[in-house]
């Protein structure tokens, strides 16, 4: 999720870079202006700000709404995940992915991951309220995930333009991935796709998918490089 870092799930619209979106997806335009206006304009290693009450967060990030332009079905899907994965959302806020994620790994186990020890605190008891007794959230660094285990798949949404130093960052995310594991991001344009691949190429990634149905956002899909 959004969130801190991250921690902001959303598809932008027609400011700093992001494409516009068309008359069904007015509420998605709405987040990325309300969210974007602290992001456009900043330095790269700018301090992301805070979204520190979950619960004033809950009508934005878990709006159904953003189903229509999300598709966090379709997305989970395409991820091909085993009921036995285990899967890092990175960025996970309230839960929007992470509760679904959980659903759809049965025999396996979701780590949520946010810097904001309120999302933290929310998503632990949004796991127990909805009986995911394998989701547990866990508080990141702005510059380390502190993964507890080793994964199979992190995915990060709306979270990549906001990670500074992403290419020490993406370096630790590697070295916590399973053998096979991969990294999946899906962001906005504020940073384009061509330039994720090529700073995910320095942390020693190389592009093993790349997915075209979500309207406003791109969405790569990461496997280590083999060293040389």
């Given at each position: 999720m959004p969130g801190t870092v991250g921690m902001m799930h959303m598809a932008?619209?027609?400011?700093?870079?992001?494409?516009?979106?068309g008359p069904?997806?007015?509420?998605?335009?709405?987040?990325?202006?309300?969210?974007?206006?602290?992001?456009c304009a900043r330095p790269a290693d700018y301090i992301v700000p805070r979204y520190e009450s979950a619960e004033a967060w809950v009508p934005v990030?878990?709006?159904?709404?953003?189903?229509?332009w999300q598709k966090p079905d379709e997305v989970i899907r395409a991820l091909l995940l085993p009921p036995d994965a285990v899967v890092a959302d990175i960025g996970s806020g309230t839960g929007y992915f992470a509760v679904r994620l959980a659903r759809a790994v049965p025999r396996g186990r979701v780590l949520g991951v946010d810097i904001e020890p309120d999302m933290v605190r929310y998503l632990n008891k949004r796991a127990e309220r909805e009986s995911l007794p394998n989701l547990a959230?866990?508080?990141?660094?702005?510059?380390?995930?502190?993964?507890?285990?080793?994964?199979?798949v992190a995915i990060f949404v709306g979270v990549y333009h906001h990670i500074a130093r992403r290419e020490q960052y993406f370096r630790r995310v590697r070295a916590a991935l399973k053998r096979g594991g991969r990294?999946?991001?899906i962001d906005a344009f504020r940073i384009p796709p061509e330039q994720v691949k090529q700073e995910l190429a320095r942390a020693g990634f190389e592009l093993a998918q790349e997915h075209s149905f979500?309207?406003?956002?791109?969405f790569l899909v990461f496997r280590p490089a083999a060293l040389n």
């Open positions: 932008g619209g027609g400011i700093c870079g992001v494409p516009r979106a069904r997806r007015l509420a998605a335009l709405a987040l990325a202006a309300a969210l974007a206006a602290s992001t990030f878990d709006d159904p709404a953003r189903d229509d959230s866990y508080r990141g660094d702005a510059d380390d995930p502190r993964l507890p285990t080793p994964v199979d990294v999946a991001i979500l309207p406003d956002q791109y």
